[in-house]
Structures are given as structure tokens and as C-alpha cells.
């Protein structure tokens, strides 16, 4: 039996069955480049799901990790920190936010989210309006609301009903529908700028337009998910601020501490008004070493201008796929994205040549079948792009 053989032996026996994992163990990881038991290296075009944006393992963040794990670690938010205090303003100054709240993950931020806009609606307005509409093929999270408020069906809701109330899902960029979902129970809109599960799909600009003063006109609030979507990612700070608009609230993790346990939700004074002492707290989010380590991240981000340097990277990946595009009619349908958030939607079912680029050495993402997903490090060689690029037309010239 090998090592990896008897990985997977064991991890059967003692992990709930909920993963449908890819045939490849990792033992190290630095930088762009991941190691397998065997020693095989791939190139990590995946980052954790956008979540190592600065690359695996860098030693500036281990030094921050290592000193502040001897200063302090956790001791609840029952306490002021100095630490919170740098992180939340940091972050702060890369929007037009004027609050955060802390998380351990996304799926928590976004819950925070929801909970502000419907405490907000109640306690501040004075409206019973608590329903929240999202898009459909929007992802959300996995606890219970944040599940519900995910706009697709299948595998992911199956089995876990009653699920809450309150939430409905309109089409993406249809504003007549959105228009005819809001009503007097109607507490906020929620959508992701940019639709990752939902296979990379930036929403059109007319339709935000139309979100917005709709939201105004009604006197409902506006949620921005950018767990997936923020922090340089898309070539600015916040996917957002391509479209020109300030959220009421948004929400962050994944990246904010490159691999920690982290998630923020951001308000404006007004949406923060919803939360008061008691109202919605966490025991572990926002503690003393994650917020050293993502003070770090966001400086790192800011003196290596990572947003310019994701929009010069996605524009190079996108202009050399869709001359692959025009190379091969029909095996690629679009290249859809923004910055490094990119998908490149085959014409055919994708199975075989995800197999075969990672059985090269290039770890992405499939999703829908047909969408080869990347979230490269903000970090990457542009060669190891170029590499990439060469397997994929190497294997789109084979394939019938």
C-alpha cells in the first residue's frame, strides 16, 4: 500500500463522508507550487479557493504568526484589542465602510449580514421586513440561513429542510423580476458582484445600476457577498468598486488572513445601527493573532499594489484565452471574469481535461461541468500562466 493509499484508508475511517476530493494529497505548500506525499509538484492555480492570495506559506507572515502567538492569542471579545482596532481600520481604508464585525469564516459573515439587515429593518426603521433576496446560482454559505439564501437547487439543499423562511431568488440581471420580488417584507438584496460557484459570471453594469435605485426607492438595504470576490482579487479592492457603488453591508474571509480563520462583515454607520451590545457576537472572531496576521495581509496587499498587478495578470490570461477561443470553434464557449477571478467555459463536458491538466500538474476547479475555474495567487509568476495556458491548447488540439 502507498502513502497515499493508506491516506485515504485512513481518512475514510475517521472524516465525515463530505467531500468529494480530488486524488491528490498535499503535504507542503510555498508560494504558487504544492507537494504531494510522493514529492510530485503542481502548480496551485486554485490558491484554497481564493484564499492564499499572497501564496502559500510566506515567512513575513509566519514571523507575525510565530511573535504575536507569544504575546497574545485569544481572550474574547469581552476585552478591547489593540490588534482588532489596527485590522478593522486597515481594512477600513480600502472602502467606504465605516464598521466591521469579525468572523471565523465566510458563511458567519454573511450570516451577520443577514441578521443586520433584518435587525436593522425592525429596530431602527420600524418595518416588519425581514425577507432577503438573492440570485439564482448564487452561493452564500453552508450554515442553515446562509444555505437558504443560496439560489440553487440539487445535492446542496437536498435533505437538510424545513429550511428557514424569508428568503426568495430572482434571475440574475433580469431588473423586472427583481423589481416585482420586492415588497413590503422585503429587508435587503443580496448578490455576489461576481457569481463564483455559480461559474464566474460578473454581473452587467445597467443591472446594478437598476439595483440601486431600486434599493433607494424602496428603502431596502444592499448586501454585497465578496467572500470570494474581495481583496485584490478581481483587480480593485472589492469587485464592487468596478461598478462605482458603496454597499450598505458587505461581507469578507477566505484571503483577509491568507489561510487563518477569518471573516469581517462590513456596514456603513447607517446599516450598523442595527447591532447594539448583545444583539450578535463570536467568540473567537476578530482575536488578537488573526487580526496581527491579517493587519500584515492587507499591508502586503497595499505596498505590492496586488489589485493593479490582478488586473494586468487577468487581462493577459483573458486575451490569450480567447485567442484559444478563436483557435478552437467550439470546444470553448467564453472566458468570463475579472482581475484573477477568471473561468473559461468549455463547449463540452469538462471531466477529461480537468483530469489531464491536473494529472500535468495544475491544480484548478471544475464547476457546472463545463467551467474550468481559476483563483490563482494575486503572487504568481505570469510564466506559470503561460505554462498553463500551453497545457490547455496542447490538450484542446487532441480532443474531437
Known amino acids: 500500500m502507498t502513502k497515499y493509499e493508506s491516506l485515504v484508508e485512513k481518512n475514510n475511517k475517521v472524516i465525515c463522508n463530505t467531500y468529494g476530493r480530488y486524488p491528490v494529497d498535499v503535504t507542503k505548500a510555498k508560494g504558487s507550487r504544492l507537494w504531494d506525499l510522493a514529492g510530485r509538484e503542481y502548480i496551485d492555480l486554485l490558491s484554497g479557493i481564493s484564499v492564499a492570495n ?24 469581552l476585552f478591547y484589542q489593540a490588534e482588532q482596532v489596527e485590522c478593522a481600520e ?25 441578521k443586520l439587515a433584518r435587525r436593522y429593518m425592525r429596530t431602527v426603521k420600524e418595518r416588519d421586513a425581514y425577507e432577503i433576496i438573492t440570485l439564482e446560482g448564487s452561493f452564500h454559505g453552508r450554515t442553515l440561513a446562509t444555505l437558504t439564501a443560496t439560489g440553487q437547487t440539487g445535492p446542496i439543499k437536498d435533505g437538510f429542510g424545513p429550511l428557514p423562511e424569508g428568503f426568495s431568488y430572482v434571475p440574475v440581471n433580469d431588473i423586472e423580476a427583481l423589481t416585482s420580488a420586492v415588497s413590503g417584507k422585503t429587508a435587503a438584496i443580496m448578490i455576489e458582484m461576481v457569481q463564483g460557484e455559480g461559474g464566474i459570471n460578473p454581473l452587467d ?7 440601486i435605485a431600486l434599493a433607494k426607492e424602496k428603502d431596502i438595504l444592499l448586501i454585497v457577498d465578496e467572500i470570494q470576490s474581495g481583496l485584490c482579487r478581481t483587480g480593485k479592492w472589492w469587485a464592487h468598486q468596478h461598478y462605482g457603488i458603496t454597499p450598505d453591508i458587505f461581507t469578507s474571509a477566505k484571503a483577509l488572513a491568507n489561510g487563518l480563520p477569518m ?19 463570536t467568540t473567537f472572531g476578530g482575536g488578537a493573532l488573526v487580526s496581527k496576521v491579517s493587519s500584515k495581509v492587507l499591508d502586503i496587499m ?7 498587478r490582478a488586473a494586468e495578470l487577468g487581462a493577459f490570461f483573458m486575451g490569450e484565452a480567447n485567442k484559444m477561443k478563436d483557435k478552437y470553434p467550439g470546444k470553448i ?7 484573477l477571478m477568471l473561468g473559461v467555459e468549455l463547449g463540452f463536458d469538462g471531466s477529461e481535461v480537468f483530469t489531464k491538466l491536473r494529472e500535468k500538474g495544475f491544480i484548478l476547479n ?30 484542446l488540439a487532441k480532443m474531437d
Open 263 to 281: 471573516g469581517a462583515m462590513l456596514a456603513t454607520d447607517k446599516a450598523a445601527k442595527g447591532f447594539t451590545p448583545g444583539s450578535h457576537a
Open 302 to 308: 497595499t505596498e505590492n499594489k496586488l489589485d493593479e
Open 333 to 339: 464557449n467564453s472566458v468570463r471574469g475579472l482581475g
Open 205 to 211: 453594469h445597467d443591472y446594478v445600476d437598476g439595483i
Open 54 to 77: 499572497l501564496g502559500h506559506c510566506r515567512d513575513d507572515l509566519a514571523d507575525v504568526m510565530a511573535e504575536q502567538a507569544r504575546k497574545l492569542v485569544q481572550v474574547s471579545n
Open 366 to 395: 471544475l464547476t457546472k461541468g463545463t467551467i474550468l475555474r481559476l483563483l490563482p495567487a494575486l503572487t504568481i509568476d505570469k510564466q506559470d500562466l503561460v505554462v498553463f495556458l500551453d497545457a490547455l491548447d496542447s490538450l
Open 90 to 114: 486597515k481594512l477600513l481604508a480600502t472602502c467606504g465602510a465605516d464598521k466591521v464585525f469579525f468572523s471565523n469564516s465566510g458563511a458567519e459573515a454573511n450570516e451577520a449580514a443577514i
